[in-house]
């Protein structure tokens, strides 16, 4: 999982994509956090992108870094507690200004059922499930 979040990381932007009824909807994020050993991402709750989790919270991830490109397919699960919150919003203090751990809006999932291939087109596909 470290590995995965370290590529997330070094992307600096990742894109996420739901289903909105028959739809793909993609979007870019930038949050990834490792919580109690599990991944995270954040929004909020009056997103659209929210909304279709909690409809099919099935999702996946797609960045590029280099030559390499990362998929990961999840189930994205809500954690609503405060501490979840607050860690995430320590680790990007730019959010503060939109976010706050106690606002109701502020939204963290982390990845659960994840499988994530990195790819390149020299290396063979690495798969790493967690």
């Known amino acids: 999982m470290k590995e995965v979040y370290d590529f997330l990381k070094k992307s600096g932007i990742y894109y996420l994509a739901t289903v909105e009824g ?8 930038g949050t990834v956090d490792i ?26 991830i797609c960045a590029m870094v280099e030559d390499k490109w990362i998929r990961i397919e999840a ?9 979840a919150r607050q860690h995430m919003l320590d680790a990007y203090p730019q959010l503060k200004s939109r976010y706050a751990a106690d606002d109701h809006n502020t ?3 982390y990845l659960k059922d994840a499988r994530a291939t ?3 087109f020299t290396d063979e596909p690495k798969v790493i499930q967690f």
Not at 22 to 29: E, I, Q
Not at 38 to 51: C, D, E, H, M, P
Not at 75 to 83: G, K, P, S, T
């Open 35 to 60: 919580f109690e050993d599990k991944l995270y991402i954040q929004t909020g709750k009056v997103k659209n992108v929210s909304k279709q989790i909690k409809a099919n919270p099935h999702i996946e």
């Open 22 to 29: 028959t739809k793909p909807r993609v979007r870019p994020f």
């Open 107 to 109: 939204q963290v999932l």
């Open 118 to 120: 990195i790819e390149s």
């Open 75 to 83: 189930v994205a699960v809500e954690d609503d507690r405060i501490e």
